[in-house]
């Protein structure tokens, strides 16, 4: 679930223990539910998640639309997701295995979206300016963008001290960023709080907004 290719061997161990941890599946049930009460689905969508890991929120997400191109960089991921599509008889899910900045990168796949979105994928992205201009040229006029992820926080969120990350966003910063490629309508909200003992062995509460914002429809 990952863009930054030296976090990438991290992601490809965890994988198949991935929704093991309780904490990652309420997390993406929250999200949804976030979602769901942000976004007016429909079932003629298509949609792309960027950093779909093991399709904690792409499964519900995909019965909710038409189609879903759930990315990811880690081959192990994918590899997880997989295994859900195949035991849980999903049709409209393609998983592809690749970052942002080079997909599409088959013909088949150059669509637009009506809604693009991502569950705490952005503070491992390095170029979240370059992601942004990138997204916003994939989704279709009018079309939503949704992520999920960290609030600012203190830098010992994550186990590894030496994971490249952002340590979250500052809601009004990354508003800034949004507007500044095009976006309008933005609005945030806290879908989550994640209470964890962190790396320097202090229980913290972590919370995770959601940001809801479209492209315009004058295009």
Not at 50 to 65: A, E, F, Q
Not at 74 to 89: P, Q, V
Not at 104 to 126: D, R
Not at 186 to 202: G, M, P
């Amino acid at each position: 679930m990952i863009q930054n290719p030296d976090n990438r061997p991290h992601f490809n161990a965890a994988a198949e223990t991935w929704d093991v941890n309780p904490r990652r599946v309420n997390l993406a049930r929250h999200v949804m539910q976030s979602m769901e009460k942000r976004l007016p689905f429909q079932a003629d969508w298509n949609a792309l998640e960027i950093g779909c890991g093991t399709g904690l929120l792409s499964c519900p997400v995909s019965s909710m639309i038409t189609s879903l191109t759930a990315l990811d960089t880690s081959e192990g991921m994918i590899d997880e997701l997989n295994k859900k599509i195949r035991s849980r008889r999903i049709s409209n899910i393609q998983p592809v295995v690749s970052d942002i900045f080079t997909f599409p990168h088959v013909p088949e796949q150059k669509k637009e979206y009506h809604l693009i979105f991502s569950n705490m994928t952005f503070h491992h992205i390095a170029n979240v300016n370059g992601v942004l201009y990138k997204l916003y040229s994939l989704l279709l006029p009018g079309g939503y963008l949704a992520v999920a992820d960290l609030d600012e926080e203190d830098g010992y969120f994550h186990n590894d001290g030496n994971e490249k990350v952002h340590h979250g966003f500052r809601r009004s910063l990354f508003k800034t960023q949004l507007l500044q490629h095009g976006f309008t309508d933005i609005s945030f909200s806290t879908a989550a709080a994640l209470t964890k003992i962190n790396r320097v062995n202090i229980e913290k509460t972590y919370t995770v907004f959601l940001v809801v914002a479209r492209k315009s429809k004058e295009q």
